[in-house]
């Protein structure tokens, strides 16, 4: 389990919470709300005391933070039968899904133009440091929330992708380099301008991004039932890795 412990660290690096408090190697993370990774235990490793009290300290650290309890445990991880049995149960109302894919992958797997794909005509590929015009509205909301700018904006080596054309933003992408990992997230295409490959070709552009900053592998999180995101990815090389699930109280 090392190497899980070890890649979901960095996958909570890359993701910046507001609050984000160890509890021995746990982590207990709140960022108003805005996301399930942001807004719960990371329950990799060893939290230092008995798991039923340690589970305490999740709910009292939530209340506190103005959050729901909710717990991210790895699959088959040691954690799993303990919240189990202590009376929590598995967050089938979390509104991206209780069940992500941790998949990762080769960066040299990501081309720019395979199966006759390419930029299409007059559009521009481009990775920033800062988020262009238009890239809030299709990643988060075109008036972002502060815990909104902080978790997209903030962190480690971050670069904000976008495609656009004649001004307009058509795909946006988030990536973070933490290490030799590049952190892939809020992948975003205009229903307008779906199946042009521009999904694709903006991955191609992040990858050479992250390259540049000494990323070797990537790293993505994807609720199970996205089917296109998770088709996507696999064509680009990456696997999955494991599987991690949302856990709350009962009593929520």
């Given at each position: 389990?090392?190497?899980?412990?070890?890649?979901?660290?960095?996958?909570?690096?890359?993701?910046?919470?507001?609050?984000?408090?160890?509890?021995?190697?746990?982590?207990?993370?709140?960022?108003?709300?805005?996301?399930?990774?942001?807004?719960?235990?990371?329950?990799?490793?060893?939290?230092?005391?008995?798991?039923?009290?340690?589970?305490?300290?999740?709910?009292?650290?939530?209340?506190?933070?103005?959050?729901?309890?909710?717990?991210?445990?790895?699959?088959?991880?040691?954690?799993?039968?303990?919240?189990?049995?202590?009376?929590?149960?598995?967050?089938?109302?979390?509104?991206?899904?209780?069940?992500?894919l941790?998949m990762?992958?080769?960066?040299?797997?990501?081309?720019?133009?395979?199966?006759g794909?390419?930029?299409?005509?007059?559009?521009?590929?481009?990775?920033?440091?800062?988020p262009?015009?238009?890239?809030?509205?299709?990643?988060a909301?075109?008036?972002?929330?502060?815990?909104?700018?902080?978790?997209?904006?903030?962190?480690?080596?971050?670069?904000?992708?976008?495609?656009?054309?004649?001004?307009?933003?058509?795909?946006?992408?988030?990536?973070?380099?933490?290490?030799?990992?590049?952190?892939?997230?809020?992948?975003a295409?205009?229903?307008?301008?779906?199946?042009?490959?521009?999904?694709?070709?903006?991955m191609?552009?992040?990858?050479?991004?992250?390259?540049?900053?000494?990323?070797?592998?990537?790293?993505?999180?994807v609720?199970?039932?996205?089917?296109?995101?998770?088709?996507?990815?696999?064509?680009?090389?990456?696997v999955?890795?494991?599987?991690?699930?949302?856990?709350?109280?009962?009593?929520?």
């Amino acid at each position: 389990m090392e190497h899980i412990t070890e890649l979901e660290q960095r996958c909570a690096d890359a993701w910046p919470a507001l609050v984000d408090r160890p509890l021995g190697q746990w982590r207990l993370r709140a960022a108003g709300g805005f996301t399930g990774r942001a807004n719960s235990a990371l329950t990799t490793g060893n939290p230092g005391l008995p798991l039923a009290d340690a589970l305490t300290e999740v709910i009292s650290f939530a209340v506190a933070n103005g959050i729901k309890p909710a717990a991210h445990v790895v699959i088959g991880a040691p954690a799993e039968n303990g919240v189990a049995e202590a009376g929590w149960r598995i967050d089938l109302e979390h509104p991206g899904g209780a069940e992500s894919l941790v998949m990762t992958g080769p960066l040299n797997g990501h081309t720019a133009a395979p199966n006759g794909y390419a930029t299409p005509k007059s559009a521009d590929v481009t990775v920033s440091d800062a988020p262009p015009p238009g890239w809030w509205e299709l990643a988060a909301q075109a008036n972002p929330t502060p815990a909104q700018r902080h978790v997209l904006a903030s962190g480690p080596s971050v670069g904000f992708g976008a495609v656009t054309r004649d001004g307009e933003v058509l795909a946006v992408v988030r990536g973070a380099v933490v290490g030799d990992l590049l952190h892939v997230a809020r992948l975003a295409v205009r229903p307008s301008a779906r199946r042009l490959g521009l999904a694709r070709v903006l991955m191609a552009g992040l990858a050479a991004w992250g390259r540049d900053r000494g990323a070797t592998t990537c790293a993505l999180q994807v609720a199970e039932h996205n089917k296109p995101a998770i088709t996507l990815y696999e064509s680009l090389g990456c696997v999955e890795h494991h599987r991690y699930r949302y856990w709350v109280p009962n009593h929520s």
